[in-house]
């Protein structure tokens, strides 16, 4: 039971340049979610899936894009990256327990835009 | 106004003290709360949630007001492994979290 898992770990891209991020989980949620987290500051939400096939955007959406994939996979796509978009980005996951969402996090990417 | 705030801190208190930290929220229709900790450059882990009627895991007790929409973590006995960033989060629909930014722990010997 691996949890969350993301790929890649770390990337420096070019300014222009563009790249996916993968995410996966084996946990049968069906929620989840992509924030980034900038240096000295909290996590902003990206985009999230509140189940397979569905898709919202959260508070950062602008310079994203987002695939569902199906229920173990949500991806994230920098179609043109810029140097704003420098962060660690974290994907989550999170099912209904106990009747609360709990959310369990990857262990993030971290990327640099030059 | 942010949907969910924190005392950004720095808290720097000695080995075995208590510590305590607020969460201040602003959306009354708000479903679910927790407490997550995050180590520097990890993901954020799950500390615990926290219910109306309070709770208590170990040296740590969180609680709930909803009628003043605030949410407190308590830390007795603080331990060096305890410095960490405290993150609250708050649930308004479900599936979807807004965090706040973290009040920053270090434990001195």
């Known amino acids: 039971n691996a949890g969350v898992t993301q790929t890649p770990k770390f990337q420096v891209l070019k300014t222009g340049q563009s790249m996916t991020l993968q995410c996966a989980q084996d946990m049968n949620h069906n929620s989840m979610y992509w924030y980034r987290q900038d240096p000295g500051m909290g996590l902003r939400l990206i985009y999230y899936?509140?189940?397979?096939?569905?898709?919202d955007k959260g508070e950062v959406p602008n310079g994203y894009n987002v695939s569902r994939l199906n229920k173990r996979e949500f991806s994230l796509r920098l179609e043109s990256a810029a140097p704003s978009q420098t962060s660690v980005y974290f994907c989550?996951?999170?099912?209904?327990?106990?009747?609360?969402?709990?959310?369990?996090f990857g262990p993030g990417t971290r990327l640099t835009v030059t | 106004r942010k949907e969910v705030e924190q005392d950004p801190g720095p808290f720097n208190v000695p080995e075995g003290a208590t510590v305590a930290f607020n969460c201040t929220y602003s959306?009354?229709?708000?479903?679910?709360f927790f407490w997550y900790r995050q180590d520097c450059r990890k993901e954020p882990k799950l500390l615990m949630s926290v219910y109306s009627s309070g709770n208590e895991d170990g040296r740590f007790t969180a609680q709930l007001n909803r009628a003043s929409q605030y949410i407190s973590l308590l830390i007795r006995d603080s331990k060096l492994s305890d410095s960490a960033t405290y993150l609250c989060v708050v649930n308004t629909n479900a599936g979807k979290s807004t965090f706040g930014d973290g009040t920053t722990l270090t434990v001195k010997p």
């Open positions: 899936s509140a189940s397979e096939g569905t898709t």
């Open positions: 989550a996951s999170s099912g209904l327990a106990t009747g609360v969402y709990e959310q369990y």
């Open positions: 959306n009354s229709a708000s479903q679910s």
